[in-house]
């Protein structure tokens, strides 16, 4: 089964912190991918990234930046937090080169992230 | 530009009875894949189908089926005899041939169901 793991499943932080959520999957996948989910909103893409270093804008990048440094591993970081940052953050991952845009996602348990 | 409605927010049932959640979706691709993925009180988004655009075949898995219809636009979920722990969040998504390399992968805002003993 795949699996992909979350660093926290409850995070409070306080405004202006420097944040970091962590991602690992175990089924060497080459797309990895960070959401939020808001009530009414739906699940919005921040960033996704389809290899080692790179990365690509979602939908709403601002005050987000991203890490992936190995395969397995995909941070997302918040460069000084915000209270309209408050939101359960969800990491995906899935299989495929090229067409990605074919491939199922596999989550992770999602991180609550507070910021007072 | 792509979009995926599900226009039932909330749908409460009984156990034991069927339920359809409806999923309608717009795009200009002729080439997309559909998901529908179930999100339980624990929170983690479980993978339920994917289904292509040129696989109109409709799907059955256990008590669960998918009717898909491009002339409608249309990727309906049914539960047969529901039960209580089918109460979940259910969520479709379309994802499209992206315009540069990249994912172009739209959920909808979900739709939660509740399955009443």
């Known amino acids: 089964d795949v699996k992909v793991t979350q660093s926290s499943r409850y995070l409070v932080k306080r405004t202006g912190e420097k944040v970091f959520l962590e991602c690992v999957q175990d089924m060497d996948h080459e797309n990895m991918f960070w959401y939020r989910q808001d009530p009414g909103l739906g699940l919005r893409l921040i960033y996704f990234s389809y290899d080692v270093k790179m990365k690509e804008k979602g939908d709403i990048p601002e005050g987000y930046s991203v890490s992936r440094e190995k395969k397995e591993r995909f941070s997302l970081i918040l460069e000084s937090a915000s209270t309209n940052q408050t939101s359960m953050y969800l990491c995906?991952?899935?299989?495929?080169?090229?067409?990605?845009?074919?491939?199922?996602?596999?989550f992770g348990p999602g991180t609550r992230l507070t910021v007072t | 530009a792509q979009k995926v409605t599900q226009a039932q927010t909330e749908i409460s049932v009984v156990e034991k009875e069927d339920v359809t959640l409806d999923c309608v979706y717009e795009?200009?691709?002729?080439?997309?894949?559909l998901f529908w993925y179930k999100q339980p009180p624990s929170g983690e988004l479980v993978f339920l189908i994917r289904?292509?655009?040129?696989?109109?075949q409709n799907e059955i898995s256990g008590r669960y089926s998918w009717n898909f219809q491009k002339s409608t636009s249309s990727f309906n979920f049914t539960i047969t005899a529901s039960q209580v722990v089918d109460s979940a969040v259910y969520f479709c998504a379309l994802s499209e041939a992206p315009t540069s390399y990249g994912q172009n992968f739209v959920f909808g805002p979900g739709t939660r169901l509740s399955v009443l003993p």
């Open positions: 795009t200009r691709d002729t080439t997309y894949y």
């Open positions: 289904r292509n655009s040129f696989d109109e």
């Open positions: 995906a991952s899935s299989s495929g080169t090229g067409i990605v845009y074919s491939y199922e996602q596999y």
